[in-house]
């Protein structure tokens, strides 16, 4: 079983910056796809940063300029480092890896435990 665990989040204001870390079971390499998604509170989960074919970095229009995601593969950590953050920012920050494997279920997907970040204005 895959796990993953966040660390990083916490109280800024607004303008401020923190770095989210997420911190993988077993090698980030074997992942088709990770990123990071967040949820603010009476919204559904969305999509903030991923990882797609080829290492190709993406992000949510709000975020462009704002977020970068890296990683460590020698750590098997992907991270969220954020800057000139807003109140909109405050959400539970989730990592997500997902896979295709060969033997059912086909298609896997994993989720950490979520990490909070908050914005004061």
């Known amino acids: 079983q895959v796990q993953l665990v966040e660390s990083g989040g916490g109280l800024v204001h607004t303008g401020g910056s923190l770095t989210l870390s997420c911190v993988a079971s077993r090698s980030i390499t074997s992942f088709n796809s990770m990123g990071w998604y967040r949820q603010a509170p009476g919204k559904q989960r969305e999509l903030v940063a991923f990882?797609?074919?080829?290492?190709?970095?993406h992000y949510t229009d709000p975020v462009k300029g704002r977020f970068t995601i890296t990683r460590d593969n020698a750590r098997n950590t992907m991270y969220l480092q954020m800057s000139s953050l807003k109140p909109e920012d405050t959400a539970v920050y989730y990592c997500?890896?997902?896979?295709?494997?060969?033997?059912?279920?086909?298609?896997?997907?994993?989720w950490g435990q979520g990490t909070q970040v908050t914005v004061s204005s």
């Open positions: 997500n890896a997902g896979e295709v494997a060969t033997t059912t279920p086909f298609v896997r997907e994993y």
């Open positions: 990882f797609g074919s080829g290492g190709i970095t």
